[in-house]
Nanobody
Framework: QVQLVESGGGLVQAGGSLRLSCAAPGRTFSSYGVGWFRQAPGKERERVARITANGANMFYADSVKGRFFISRDNAESTVTLQMNSLKPEDTGVYYC??????????????WGQGIQVTVSS
């Protein structure tokens, strides 16, 4: 089992920035692809970013490309999502998840508890 703990959410005005962190306390994280997902009220959950296990490759949903940036520090077992130029439509619950493969593709096996991000207009 991999426990994932998110932090850094909150309320921000449109145009502002937030930094989300995902930690895997006491766990080696370096073999897992990791994704950040979000779920807005009344909408399905979507993946907004993913990063490969070695941190060399990052992928983004079109809706966040150029504004969100995912990175990881395997020595610290953390993955970060830097969110800039936030829009009200970025509002939702954000989840960190890890896949049992280095690419972050297919099913995600481990999920954090989710953290609220609210962007006011």
């Amino acid at each position: 089992q991999v426990q994932l703990v998110e932090s850094g959410g909150g309320l921000v005005q449109a145009g502002g920035s937030l930094r989300l962190s995902c930690a895997a306390p006491g766990r080696t994280f370096s073999s897992y692809g990791v994704g950040w997902f979000r779920q807005a009220p009344g909408k399905e959950r979507e993946r907004v970013a993913r990063i490969t296990a070695n941190g060399a490759n990052m992928f983004y949903a079109d809706s966040v490309k150029g504004r969100f940036f995912i990175s990881r520090d395997n020595a610290e077992s953390t993955v970060t999502l830097q969110m800039n130029s936030l829009k009200p439509e970025d509002t939702g619950v954000y989840y960190c998840a890890a896949a049992n493969n280095p690419y972050g593709l297919g099913n995600y096996d481990y999920w954090g508890q989710g953290i609220q991000v609210t962007v006011s207009s």
